[in-house]
């Protein structure tokens, strides 16, 4: 299933975007992908988990996600980490930590929180290196083009 | 402005949806108004705040609502915290609390977190007195149906 994950992460690529897709399963089938198209859309909800939630909210009707995981190849945000505990997904898989924003081990552990009325079994690492790689191309690429326009413009100058 | 959140959240009611709205200002313009729609659209991600932002994050064509207030009648959960400081507002304001799930102050401060790489000015109790008590009518209602759908019941059999 993060396989799908990735999949979903490489479309995100080809528009450009920063690379991070999702699914939500349930009962061994795909009914929800999402990839990041925050760009695209210039929409700050536009996140993979986001749409892949919505799309499995759509498909069966509810809004309640119970027996639903998800995969993701992120560490998800704290406003994704909300909609997965107010979905009640049973299970989250994540591929590459997020230090800076990841809301599920790094700065918080929002699906973890007693206090709340749920909480979800997280299993980090999944498929870890592909995740983490396919971002960090994604980022060397785009400080490549960043370089390249900056040498082209002083070149002008 | 709260009282234009609070008309949001009086739709919400006539849709038998928790009443909750909320609106989004710029340059003392609304851009952006959402009230609770989750059961009708069985949608988690449904809540005021996201509905209000996505609609600003249309107007503006940008995903980045710097410079941008939001006011909501319930202190934000932890998926509106997160898709409030991903956006980038400037301030929130807020009615009633939220003790089992409000994260900008009761379980969380989401919102001011300095390794985040946006923090918020938080403004809590704006009308606080009409915002709560347009809740606890509701539930007040909710819980006087549900009595008296147990009473038929129990008269029937």
């Not at 027996?67 to 009640?88: K, Q």
């Not at 081990?105 to 929180?113: F, I, K, R």
């Not at 909480?119 to 983490?132: F, K, P, W």
Request: a positive charge.
């Amino acid at each position: 299933m993060m396989r799908a994950a990735l999949a979903e992460a490489r479309q995100a690529e080809v528009l450009n975007e920063v690379p991070i897709g999702a699914v939500v399963v349930k009962d061994g089938q795909i009914i929800g992908r999402g990839h990041n198209m925050r760009e695209r859309f210039q929409d700050v909800t536009y996140h993979a988990e986001m749409l892949a939630i919505m799309e499995a909210c759509e498909k069966l009707h509810s809004w309640r996600l119970e027996d639903c995981d998800l995969y993701v190849t992120l560490e998800p945000c704290i406003m994704c980490s909300g909609a997965i505990v107010n979905a009640r997904i049973k299970n989250v898989y994540y591929g590459a930590s997020d230090p800076k924003a990841g809301a599920v081990d790094s700065l918080y552990h929002l699906l973890n929180d007693s206090r709340l009325n749920h909480q979800v079994n997280v299993t980090s690492g999944v498929l870890q290196g592909e995740c983490s790689q396919m971002l960090k191309n994604f980022f060397r690429e785009i400080r490549r083009q960043k370089k390249a326009a900056r040498k082209k413009r002083r070149a002008k100058d």
